[in-house]
């Protein structure tokens, strides 16, 4: 039980730990990308273009026959994660799934519901499921939430048992983990734009109460637990925040004030001569955000986040090329470091700067998570793994992480990473998430608050 508590501690709890021990290693990649000043950017001030070999990904590229197969083999692959690990009963999705040994969990994430919703989305889009089907599956989720699931204040606990819907781990009510959930509601009332759905989705969304959330200040807590009271950390500088305060700008019943948008810090980072907004973070703080908000040619008064992205990923794909130095196993078509299983337990590594300790592991989702951002050189990486490394494939796709260098292979796919690599392979392909989730006002209206403007 130990092990598997360890597994299910949220990115942010490992995180925060990691910083605290000072697991940042080597002192060289800290120097390699460390923030150009410690003020927040200035309006204009960070403009990131990737170089041309990064190619101009806000127009997605045309994909050859071979390449769109593979990406709908791999979105299959991991619907079938959604499907199966969801309980018919409640929707809720198991947090992982140990694929080699059939092991059964109950702990459901809350985080991973929402990546589920937005599979039942895709999947009836793609003919993987029946809309009835779907829609069964949506509605049982829709009621669970509204009706079963604890909540306070409409924001959901981490963990929850599949089921019964009680809460795991003494976890806390997470902002994060409600937000992704959110996105993924918001999504199924556009999609399948029926009365009922959209009735259930209203009803879940207004209960949230953003205000609440940030105990009289301008920033949002991390979370809050009935023993203790709001949590101490806050969602004070760049990382995947966006969607939370985005989400919360656009609600009609408790929404934040305009400043809470400018109340974070964005600092900006330089490597390689390529500077971008940042964080001492893994990658996927670059994705989550823009998996369901399209930031294409758009941007507020600091940048275009979604070039930022662009760039952070630029960086980290050069820094992988950079350690195959170290770690023979990392090269042009085989990189990508993030939060993510390891030998020896859950790990938030990545980089730039380096935070480890990096053994030579691969986390296929930290190039899938990048699809839409860097296609070539993504879609190159992915088409590697699945060539030369059969033993990192399962019947969901990809194990969660493997480390070629010492012949280990994760025995377990995890929810939030499949739901990433999915929803951002069907961007690549038909920008269909990006299209449907910012039909919903409350997205359109939260970015219309925090002044973003098309250019």
């Not at 985080?111 to 999947?123: D, M, N, Q, V």
Request: charge should be neutral; hydrophobic fraction near 40%.
């Amino acid at each position: 039980m130990r092990k598997a508590r360890t597994n299910l501690l949220s990115r942010r709890q490992v995180f925060s730990q990691m910083l605290g021990a000072g697991l940042c290693l080597p002192l060289r990649g800290i120097l390699a990308a460390l923030p150009v000043n410690t003020q927040q950017v200035e309006s204009h001030q960070v403009d990131p273009h990737p170089d041309e070999k990064a190619g101009s990904p806000e127009t997605m590229p045309v994909l050859s026959a071979e390449d769109d197969h593979f990406l709908d083999e791999l979105e299959r692959s991991n619907f079938q994660f959604f499907w199966d690990q969801g309980s018919p009963n409640t929707g809720m999705v198991k947090d992982r799934c140990d694929v080699r040994t059939g092991r059964q969990a109950m702990a459901a994430s809350t985080a991973a519901t929402g990546f589920g919703l937005t599979a039942l989305c895709i999947g009836e889009r793609r003919g993987f499921v029946s809309r009835a089907d779907a829609l069964q599956r949506v509605f049982a989720t829709l009621r669970f939430l509204w009706k079963k699931l604890p909540n306070h204040r409409g924001f959901f606990y981490h963990f929850a048992n599949a089921e019964t819907g009680e809460r795991m781990f003494d976890s806390e009510v997470s902002s994060v983990d409600t937000a992704l959930l959110l996105c993924g509601v918001l999504i199924c009332r556009e999609h399948f734009k029926h009365p009922a759905v959209a009735q259930l989705v209203d009803l879940i969304f207004s209960r949230v109460d953003w205000s609440w959330l940030l105990e009289d200040t301008t920033l949002l807590t991390q979370g809050w637990t009935p023993e203790v009271g709001f949590l101490s950390s806050r969602w004070d500088d760049y990382s995947e925040l966006m969607m939370m305060y985005l989400l919360g700008l656009g609600s009609s019943t408790h929404p934040l004030r305009e400043e809470t948008w400018t109340a974070w810090k964005r600092i900006p980072f330089e490597y390689d001569g390529m500077r971008y907004i940042g964080s001492f973070a893994p990658l996927f703080v670059h994705q989550f955000s823009q998996a369901w908000f399209d930031f294409r040619h758009q941007r507020d008064k600091f940048a275009d986040y979604f070039l930022n992205s662009v760039t952070a990923t630029e960086v980290h794909r050069r820094w992988c090329i950079e350690l195959r130095r170290q770690f023979p196993d990392y090269g042009e078509d085989m990189w990508g470091i993030s939060a993510s299983d390891s030998q020896h337990g859950y790990v938030a590594w990545g980089g730039p700067p380096a935070m480890g300790p990096i053994d030579g592991s691969l986390v296929p989702s930290a190039a899938a998570g990048s699809l839409p951002l860097l296609p070539g050189p993504a879609l190159r990486v992915l088409k590697n793994m699945r060539s030369r490394f059969p033993a990192a494939w399962c019947k969901y796709g990809f194990v969660n992480a493997f480390n070629p260098l010492k012949n280990w292979y994760d025995t377990d796919v995890i929810g939030i990473d499949t739901g990433i690599t999915m929803v951002m392979a069907e961007n690549l392909r038909t920008g269909f998430v990006w299209d449907t989730f910012m039909k919903a006002p409350e997205p359109r209206r939260g970015m219309e608050r925090a002044g973003f403007h098309r250019y």
